[in-house]
Every structure is written in C-alpha cells, then in structure tokens.
Nanobody, 121 residues
C-alpha cells in the first residue's frame, strides 16, 4: 500500500510563516507529480502549487511570490514553504501525489489526511 502523512500546520499570526510537509511511503515505483491543494467547508478543493518529476512548478495566483513548493533529496517528500501569511490563506491543506506502484503499470492519485492552517491575530 501507499500512505501519505502530512505535518506542519497550525496557528500563526499574519505575516508569519509555516512549512508544510508530506511524506510518502509504501510500495512505490515512481512519483510522477506532487502538489498541494486547499479546501474550505462547502467549497471545491483547489490547487495551490504543483511540482513535476522533472522539477517544473506551477502556482495559484494567490500563492505566487509568497509560497514555494519543493522536494527532498530522496524525492519522496513534498514541502510547501508559506511566507507572509494572510488571514485569507486559512484553510485545510492537502497534499496529492501521482504514484506508480511497484508491480503495476497504472498511475494513481493519493491524498494526505489534511492539515489545518489558521492565520489570525
């Protein structure tokens, strides 16, 4: 099986920083892409940032110039560095990875459990 475990959320004051982490484990052959999404109650889940296996990145307009997505050296963990945080950044953040499992030809989506980010004074 494949499991994604998130950490790093919490309460921070406006202008502060957080670093979210998502670690993958299990029978992994390769990870095609990694990303971070956010979801508010009653709303659709929306993209924050993605990084491909080649290292190319894309960001939502609200995240550009403030957030940075990256991978660890083993390329099994995705990070989201969040700087200059605003109250409107508050949400539950989920990581997603497109993973090919060992012994399988298909690529499937896997999600983390979600971590709460709250920006408030």
């Amino acid at each position: 099986q494949v499991q994604l475990v998130e950490s790093g959320g919490g309460l921070v004051q406006p202008g502060g920083s957080l670093r979210l982490s998502c670690a993958a484990s299990g029978s992994i052959f390769s990870i095609v892409a990694m990303g971070w999404y956010r979801q508010a109650p009653g709303k659709q889940r929306e993209l924050v940032a993605v990084i491909s296996s080649g290292g190319s990145t894309n960001y939502a307009d609200s995240a550009k110039d403030r957030f940075t997505i990256s991978r660890d050296n083993a390329r099994t963990t995705v990070l989201l560095q969040m700087n200059s945080l605003k109250p409107e950044d508050s949400d539950v953040y989920y990581c997603k990875m497109k993973i090919r499992r060992r012994g399988w030809m298909t690529v499937d989506d896997y999600w983390g459990q979600g971590t709460q980010v709250t920006v408030s004074s």
